[in-house]
């Protein structure tokens, strides 16, 4: 669990944070989103100390990350930045296996370990554990950027916008990515975005900040319903509301039974959203659409009416 | 390609072994000097009198210039930025001669204030190239350092020094070239090395021992640049 307790801090004469409370439950996918100089870079570095705050604290499973010191503080948590800087004289192993080597890990305990997580996070060992970070794609070196920072096995993953430099297809490809190992791996994620859509679609918890503060935090769809404050309200509408609603919710919690559904009509799968169905449908010009559970057998049917219960 | 750099070595070798049986050559060549070869020394001597100069001021010039570079790059070292452009100015103003002139009142003839102006010419190029070489280290990356849990001390030797190592060395070299080429000036203080025919020469109004320590010094200094190109090179092709 990390504690935000009255934090404040200044750089020069500008107010980065100005009193930020916020609670990160265990485990969560927190996302923390704002626009630029909302303070959300500022609040994330300094749960590994990367910044000190002026004033108040921030705990990190009740103890005050200032008590320990800020090397050995990082090396137990997992850290990814938007510039993703890997080690350009290093190969990519020597990369994932930064932190473990610096934790005094055998080299055979590195090696195997540096395996696991490029299988992990799809890419084939054999092929670029040898490579130099020149020779990868932005999203490879960003794979490889999320492996590095959960070598240690960290409980706690910082990222900075992370996909934030990265092309569309490869940003949501990643997204999915961190998804699945959150749901994975149960770690307790902290990502800071300014991108409405990458946050609505992560997010287990959303805190919303702006000038130093938070204005709103809680589940996605609480913020979306009942937004606390009109800025809240503002950056979570941007003239999609109706659509980032549908998209929070599984098609299958919308649907309704078979019965007898007409063979012409689109299929997706169970675990889709349903803006995915109202997509399904609209693409097949088709007033419903019939789920699929994973063997491929109908699972229920969505309306276009029983879109408007999301 | 593999030989290039060692040619000017091998034409710096030749010559330091024909020119003691050049002497008729220089005799045809400057008719009205009576003693056309400059015997006083063998020029191997002068060489590695002369080379042992420049080692002895380049080994500090290059822990100085490393040093000062590195502890100016030092986040909240703003004093220490302040000294080492005072210093980059001080040495970019005065010439090495007249770092010997002051010098030898105070420390007296010979070696020593030869080495103090060769140290202090030498410095220069190293330290800006450090500086400039771990200005250079991407922010992302020591940011990633930082955030990984690296003390400041693993930031610089495991990543900023590997990193800004070629243009450090490239300065090295730069440095090197530079000691050889001044070292020669030492002579004026009494220092045995390749300027002593040059001094001699221009004493004894002979232009041929001014020739053959020119030539010897030249050489040596192409000799120098190549040898280390040939060093440099592979250490930056190791890291992309």
């Given at each position: 669990?990390?504690?935000?307790?009255?934090?404040?801090?200044?750089?020069?004469?500008?107010?980065?944070?100005?009193?930020?409370?916020?609670?990160?439950?265990?485990?969560?996918?927190?996302?923390?989103?704002?626009?630029?100089?909302?303070?959300?870079?500022?609040?994330?570095?300094?749960?590994?100390?990367?910044?000190?705050?002026?004033?108040?604290?921030?705990?990190?499973?009740?103890?005050?990350?200032?008590?320990?010191?800020?090397?050995?503080?990082?090396?137990?948590?997992?850290?990814?930045?938007?510039?993703?800087?890997?080690?350009?004289?290093?190969?990519?192993?020597?990369?994932?296996?930064?932190?473990?080597?610096?934790?005094?890990?055998?080299?055979?305990?590195?090696?195997?370990?540096?395996?696991?997580?490029?299988?992990?996070?799809?890419?084939?060992?054999?092929?670029?554990?040898?490579?130099?970070?020149?020779?990868?794609?932005?999203?490879?070196?960003?794979?490889?950027?999320?492996?590095?920072?959960?070598?240690?096995?960290?409980?706690?993953?910082?990222?900075?916008?992370?996909?934030?430099?990265?092309?569309?297809?490869?940003?949501?490809?990643?997204?999915?990515?961190?998804?699945?190992?959150?749901?994975?791996?149960?770690?307790?994620?902290?990502?800071?975005?300014?991108?409405?859509?990458?946050?609505?679609?992560?997010?287990?918890?959303?805190?919303?900040?702006?000038?130093?503060?938070?204005?709103?935090?809680?589940?996605?769809?609480?913020?979306?319903?009942?937004?606390?404050?009109?800025?809240?309200?503002?950056?979570?509408?941007?003239?999609?509301?109706?659509?980032?609603?549908?998209?929070?919710?599984?098609?299958?919690?919308?649907?309704?039974?078979?019965?007898?559904?007409?063979?012409?009509?689109?299929?997706?799968?169970?675990?889709?959203?349903?803006?995915?169905?109202?997509?399904?449908?609209?693409?097949?010009?088709?007033?419903?659409?019939?789920?699929?559970?994973?063997?491929?057998?109908?699972?229920?049917?969505?309306?276009?009416?029983?879109?408007?219960?999301? | 390609?593999?030989?290039?750099?060692?040619?000017p070595a091998?034409l710096f070798?030749?010559a330091l072994?024909?020119l003691?049986?050049?002497?008729?050559?220089?005799?045809?060549?400057?008719?009205?000097?009576?003693?056309?070869?400059?015997?006083?020394?063998?020029f191997?001597?002068?060489t590695?009198?002369h080379?042992?100069?420049?080692?002895?001021?380049?080994?500090?010039?290059?822990?100085?210039?490393?040093?000062?570079?590195?502890?100016?790059?030092?986040?909240?070292?703003?004093?220490?930025?302040?000294?080492?452009?005072?210093?980059?100015?001080?040495?970019?103003?005065?010439?090495?001669?007249?770092?010997?002139?002051?010098?030898?009142?105070?420390?007296?003839?010979?070696?020593?204030?030869?080495?103090?102006?060769?140290?202090?010419?030498?410095?220069?190029?190293?330290?800006?190239?450090?500086?400039?070489?771990?200005?250079?280290?991407?922010?992302?990356?020591?940011?990633?350092?930082?955030?990984?849990?690296?003390?400041?001390?693993?930031?610089?030797?495991?990543?900023?020094?590997?990193?800004?190592?070629?243009?450090?060395?490239?300065?090295?070299?730069?440095?090197?070239v530079l000691?050889v080429a001044t070292a020669a000036?030492?002579?004026?203080?009494?220092?045995?090395?390749l300027g002593?025919p040059i001094?001699?020469?221009?004493?004894?109004?002979?232009?041929?021992?001014v020739v053959q320590g020119a030539v010897l010094t030249g050489l040596m200094a192409f000799a120098v640049d190549g040898?280390?190109?040939?060093?440099?090179?592979?250490?930056?092709?190791?890291?992309?």
């Amino acid at each position: 669990m990390i504690r935000f307790e009255g934090v404040r801090k200044s750089f020069g004469g500008a107010t980065a944070l100005a009193g930020l409370d916020l609670v990160v439950p265990e485990g969560a996918f927190a996302v923390l989103l704002g626009g630029s100089g909302a303070g959300k870079s500022t609040a994330l570095r300094m749960i590994n100390r990367l910044i000190d705050p002026d004033a108040g604290r921030v705990l990190l499973r009740g103890r005050d990350v200032a008590a320990e010191a800020a090397p050995a503080l990082r090396r137990r948590i997992g850290y990814v930045i938007q510039g993703i800087g890997l080690f350009p004289h290093w190969t990519v192993a020597r990369n994932i296996g930064a932190v473990p080597r610096l934790l005094g890990w055998d080299e055979k305990r590195i090696a195997a370990r540096v395996d696991e997580l490029l299988t992990l996070l799809r890419l084939d060992p054999a092929a670029y554990r040898d490579r130099m970070p020149a020779q990868l794609s932005g999203g490879q070196a960003q794979r490889i950027g999320v492996a590095r920072a959960l070598a240690a096995d960290p409980d706690i993953l910082l990222m900075d916008e992370p996909f934030g430099a990265l092309d569309a297809v490869t940003r949501q490809a990643l997204q999915q990515e961190m998804a699945r190992l959150h749901a994975a791996t149960g770690k307790t994620i902290l990502l800071v975005t300014h991108d409405v859509e990458e946050a609505l679609s992560l997010a287990t918890r959303l805190a919303v900040m702006a000038d130093g503060r938070l204005l709103q935090e809680g589940a996605p769809r609480d913020l979306l319903d009942a937004p606390a404050d009109p800025r809240v309200r503002d950056l979570l509408d941007g003239g999609a509301i109706g659509m980032r609603r549908l998209s929070l919710v599984t098609a299958a919690s919308l649907a309704g039974p078979t019965g007898e559904a007409p063979a012409a009509l689109p299929h997706i799968p169970a675990a889709a959203t349903g803006r995915d169905a109202l997509e399904a449908m609209l693409a097949a010009r088709a007033e419903a659409v019939v789920l699929l559970d994973a063997a491929g057998a109908p699972a229920g049917l969505v309306a276009l009416r029983d879109l408007l219960r999301a | 390609m593999r030989l290039a750099p060692l040619l000017p070595a091998a034409l710096f070798l030749a010559a330091l072994l024909a020119l003691p049986l050049a002497g008729p050559t220089f005799g045809a060549l400057f008719p009205d000097v009576a003693e056309p070869l400059y015997r006083r020394e063998s020029f191997i001597a002068l060489t590695l009198s002369h080379a042992w100069l420049v080692l002895a001021s380049l080994v500090p010039a290059a822990v100085t210039g490393i040093g000062l570079g590195v502890a100016a790059t030092r986040p909240g070292a703003r004093e220490m930025r302040v000294i080492a452009d005072a210093l980059v100015g001080f040495a970019q103003a005065v010439p090495p001669v007249a770092i010997i002139a002051i010098a030898v009142p105070v420390v007296g003839f010979g070696v020593t204030p030869s080495l103090i102006a060769l140290v202090c010419y030498a410095t220069l190029p190293v330290l800006r190239a450090t500086t400039g070489a771990l200005a250079t280290v991407p922010t992302d990356v020591l940011d990633a350092a930082r955030g990984s849990g690296m003390t400041p001390r693993q930031m610089l030797f495991q990543v900023e020094l590997p990193l800004a190592a070629p243009p450090i060395l490239a300065g090295l070299r730069v440095a090197a070239v530079l000691a050889v080429a001044t070292a020669a000036v030492g002579a004026v203080a009494g220092a045995s090395c390749l300027g002593t025919p040059i001094i001699a020469g221009l004493v004894n109004g002979n232009p041929a021992w001014v020739v053959q320590g020119a030539v010897l010094t030249g050489l040596m200094a192409f000799a120098v640049d190549g040898l280390l190109g040939a060093l440099v090179r592979p250490v930056s092709a190791s890291s992309p």
